[in-house]
């Protein structure tokens, strides 16, 4: 099984910052990787697809990266409603593995 | 557009078998390369997949829970359902379908299972 770490678990950000948020997986899934946004209460929604496609509808100031173990999510200027925990998801290898979940605060 | 609706009891007794339903609408469960995907997340914890199937019926489970797990179509009422034996406490959660790629484009709002006697 295919263990995704993200990092960090937990960050407190302002508004118009930028953040990182780190995927790594413990072995090759080459571009593989989906990122999700959940806010309290509702389902995850996709924001990227296989690394770096964006989803139909998510705003500009999502991207990600990276190919192989090593993958990031940026979202630069960092607005109120961004608020959610984040999730790093594998489909490269049975069984799908989620990461534990990068918690975002904003100040 | 294609959208999502998990139904099923919202409590289920230890021992007993857990049967959740995926209504779909907007499009055939049968269609050509649909994937759908059942993932859970118990109270203040992250997301795990349960199990999947194609639009040609092959599935694919979490070997964690693949001895008690069955996802089958519906094609007379376009539902994508799930049967989960011998539940315990551990599979309190809420439980997603979601779809229609490996991406899990969309998904439902979710229901919440409560096991408890």
């Known amino acids: 099984e295919i263990v995704l770490t993200q990092s960090p678990e937990f960050q407190s950000v302002t508004p118009k910052e930028k953040v990182t948020i780190t995927c790594r997986a413990s072995r090759s899934i080459r571009t593989s990787l989906h990122w999700y946004q959940q806010r309290p209460d509702q389902s995850p929604k996709l924001l990227i697809k296989y690394a770096s496609q964006s989803f139909s509808g998510v705003p500009s100031r999502f991207s990600g990266s990276g190919s192989g173990t090593n993958f990031t999510l940026t979202i630069n200027s960092l607005e109120a409603e961004d608020a959610a925990t984040y999730y790093c998801?594998?489909?490269?290898?049975?069984?799908?593995?989620f990461g534990q979940g990068t918690k975002l605060e904003i100040k | 557009q294609l959208q999502l609706q998990e139904s099923g009891p919202g409590l289920v007794k230890p021992s007993e078998t857990l049967s959740l339903t995926c209504t779909v609408s907007?499009?055939?469960?049968?269609?050509?390369?649909?994937?759908w995907g059942w993932i859970r997340q118990p109270p203040g914890k992250g997301l795990e997949w349960i199990g999947s199937i194609y639009y040609s019926g092959s599935t694919y489970f979490n070997p964690s829970l693949k001895s008690r797990v069955t996802i089958f179509l519906d094609t007379s009422k376009n539902q994508v359902s799930l049967n989960l034996t011998s539940v315990t406490s551990a599979d309190t959660a809420k439980y997603y379908c979601?779809?229609?790629?490996?991406?899990?484009?969309?998904w439902g709002q979710g229901t919440m299972v409560t096991v408890s006697s």
């Open positions: 907007g499009g055939s469960i049968t269609r050509s390369t649909y994937y």
């Open positions: 979601a779809s229609p790629t490996e991406a899990f484009d969309m």
């Open positions: 998801h594998q489909s490269g290898s049975l069984p799908h593995t």
